[in-house]
């Protein structure tokens, strides 16, 4: 009897109180209509129609097993009523609606070991966010969508589902009022369907690590026009970046890495002035890059290694004054390293490890008064490592300069503390093979305890998890 709200007993009021509340209570999905259309003294609603009602206890059913929601819930948008991951609002009709479901997170209701996606929960026609976090774990479940529904829907997460398999139907374009649709880590198959495009209220997609295959449909980039997120990142996807990503004027992030993809990066993506993130990482892209690049004047990421690129490396990335982080490493770029790259005052993070880089280190580089991790081993540069002092001491192990026969450091400048890599110049030649070889066995060390130096398969993940924080 404490589950008995105020709503509830304000409701019944006219009637025999103890009797009918209890009645209410124990029955209350179908069997109580009178109870129906009570009010609380303020005037406002406690009740839901039967049919929501109901269809949010068969949404319960199948994905929960914390405890009888029917029966220690049964009206569970009173005020009051303790039940976790819902939210109620009250609609115009005068009546509590379901707006919002959260399972899987800690302090909502947790899955049950055979929990299957439930499809009804596109029945509950006021439903704006649905989540479903590490829900569907051992049986394998489908997103499966109603052919004809009227839904809400704004955002539909299903993130973090080992079980959750299939294909995305293609009516999940009946969703059209979706803003965010997040279908993150888990292992959807199949190709995108097309029909995405017609979401065209879509701020961000994320589609991101499934075994989604097949080509990136054209028709996706024409048409989500407001799309300001594309995560398509960790897939099998194959074929070109279709050209009509220049039609996505308002995309901020655009991650495409660990896939298949293959030709050029089309010269359109010059068009998305908006673009702040782009990751093309590990793909089969080859050269050249768009000759307009530099329109992108607000890009601060750009994160582009292991693809087979073979091209000198474009001076005209230094005109990309915003960046942050440039990361080409492993891509075949050959050529010098230009010495615009010495205007990106912003710039963190510069990868351009295990390329083909000849000629010297620009000075300039070492003005960079925000940069913490320069990456130029495996390559073949020469001469005198033109930094100072403080910029090594700044940098620390963060520095990296291996692996280049023709690099040497003045012997003034201690390099104890770093990971150069680099012996001295000229003097004593046994002294600067054996420093090197010594610095080149620490390395070794560092990074097998590192993971094996996996590198962007690994250091990846992280960053944009942190891109993802800054960005969105
Ligand atoms: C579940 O789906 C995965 C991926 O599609 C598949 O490999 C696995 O065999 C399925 N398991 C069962 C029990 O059907
Ligand atoms: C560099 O970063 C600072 C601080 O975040 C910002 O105020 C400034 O506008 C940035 N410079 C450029 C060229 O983006
Ligand atoms: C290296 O040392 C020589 C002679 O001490 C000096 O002339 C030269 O400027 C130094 N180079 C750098 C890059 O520090
Ligand atoms: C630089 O890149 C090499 C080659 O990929 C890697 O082994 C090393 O750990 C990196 N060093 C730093 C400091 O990031
Ligand atoms: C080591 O010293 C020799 C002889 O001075 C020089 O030719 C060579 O370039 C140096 N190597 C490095 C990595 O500094």
Redesign the pocket.
Known sequence: MTIISAAVVGACSCFLLLALSSACVSRAAAAAPGCERRRTAEGTTAGMEDAERETLFLVMEAVSSDRDWRVSNPDPCAPGSSWPGIECTGGEDGRFHVTRLDFGTPLNPTCKKAATFPSRIFSLPYLQSAFFFDCFRSHNTSLSIPPVLTTALQQLSLKSNPALTGSIPPQISSLRSLQVLTLSQNRLQGSIPESISSLTSLVHLDLSYNSLSGLIPSELMSGLRNLAGLDLSYNSLSGPIPASIGKMGSLQKLDLSSNSLTGAIPDSLQNLGALSFVALSSNKLKGPLPAGLPKLGNLQYFIMDDNPMAIELPSQLGRLEKLQELRLANSGYWGPIPETFSRLANLTTLSLQNNRLTGSIP?GLGDLRRMYHLNLSRNMLRG?????AAFLRRLGRNLDLSENAGLC?????DTESTKLGVGM?GGDSHQNTSTMLQQQQQQQQTTSGAGGGAGPPVLLPAMWGLCRLLLF
Do not use: G
Not at 409 to 413: A, G, P
């Open positions: 000075p005198v490592v033109p930094f100072d450091v003045n012997s003034s400048v110049c």
